[in-house]
C-alpha cells in the first residue's frame, strides 16, 4: 500500500514538472541547451588515447603483425615520429582470420622483457619478412633475429602465459575504444579541445593531422 502511494506521487511529481516545462519560456532554457554540447566537449578522453606524460602529442597505432597495411604503415610512422619528435605508441591486435600474427605479437613481447628497443625492432623484423612467414617457419625467423641480436629465445617463449595475457588485455583495451581493424592509427593530444585526438585513415594526411592537431 505504501509503494503504491509512494509511485503515485513520484508520477504526480513528474507530471507536473512536465508541466512547467511546456510552459517555461525559451530564455530560460536556453543556458541548458547550450551546456549540452559543453558537456560533450569536457567528457574524459579514454587514457588510450593520450600521448605519454611528458609528450605533447604522440601516435597511437593498433597493429597486427600479419597485416599488410600494418607493415606497410610502420615505416611511415616511424619517419613521422623521428620528424616531429613524438612518440609512437604501439598496441597489440591480432586478428582472429590470422593465423600466426598472436604467436608472433607474443614473441615480440617476450623480446620486450630485455628491451623495448629489441622489441620493436622485432616487430620491423616480422613487417620486413611478413611475405615469407608461415606458422610453421615463424619460430625459424624469430631464432635468427635473437640470434643476431644475441639474445636466448627460450623453446617455451611463455610457460606462464603473461605474454599472452598482456596480448590479449591490448586487444581488449583496443575493443574498448570500438576498434575494429589494423591498423587504427590516432595522432592524440594532451590538450583539452573539442577534438583531443582523430584517426588517420589516410595516412597520406599523417603529416598534415600532425600539423593541425599542433596548432590546437
Known sequence: MRD???????????TEFASKLRTMKISRLLPLILLLPLTAFTQEVPSVLRPPKGSPLALVVFEDLQCPQCARAAPLLAQASQTYKIPVVQHDFPLPMHNWSMNAAIIARYFDTHSKTVGNAFRDYIFEHQREILPDNLRGFADKFA??????LPFVVDPAGKLNALVIADRELGKSINLDHTPTIYVVSDKKTATPYVEVKDLSQLYAMIDTMKKQ
Open 147 to 152: 640470434a643476431e641480436h644475441k639474445v636466448d
Open 4 to 14: 503504491d502511494l509512494r509511485f503515485a506521487t513520484i508520477e504526480a511529481n513528474l
